[in-house]
């Protein structure tokens, strides 16, 4: 069974870190394009970031840009998401998703549909 778990999410005051994490089941995540959106209240999903299957290469949303950090842990299955400078703006619950087809560069743009989701994890950044 294609399973996507994450894990990692708080309550974080401004300017603070969080590092959430991705644990692929069922299937070799360097396989698979993954990626990270989220979703705040009353908003549209947008995409954070993603990790392409073929090198790794990583690919952020502008507002991710400098500030975030996707990475893959092979031996561990698992993809993770190191966030700096956590604004309050970035309240959001974050989900992980896995493609086999998509590419990295049009998902951050295009912010598509992807084969496999995740639950999602709860960001809260307030003092």
């Known amino acids: 069974q294609v399973q996507l778990v994450e894990s990692g999410g708080g309550l974080v005051q401004p300017g603070g870190s969080l590092r959430l994490s991705c644990a692929a089941s069922?299937?070799?995540?360097?396989?698979?394009?993954i990626g990270w959106f989220r979703q705040a209240p009353g908003k549209e999903r947008e995409a954070v970031a993603c990790?392409?299957?073929?090198?790794?290469?990583?690919f952020y949303a502008g507002f991710a840009t400098g500030r975030f950090t996707i990475s893959r842990d092979n031996t561990r299955n698992t993809v993770y998401l190191q966030m700096n400078s956590l604004e309050p703006e970035d309240t959001a619950v974050y989900y992980c998703?896995?493609?086999?087809?998509?590419?990295?560069?049009?998902?951050?743009?295009?912010?598509?549909?992807?084969?496999?989701w995740g639950q999602g994890t709860q960001v809260t950044v307030s003092s």
């Open positions: 069922g299937f070799t995540a360097d396989y698979y394009a």
């Open positions: 990790i392409s299957r073929s090198d790794g290469s990583a």
């Open positions: 998703a896995a493609d086999p087809r998509r590419m990295c560069a049009i998902v951050v743009v295009t912010n598509p549909v992807m084969a496999t």
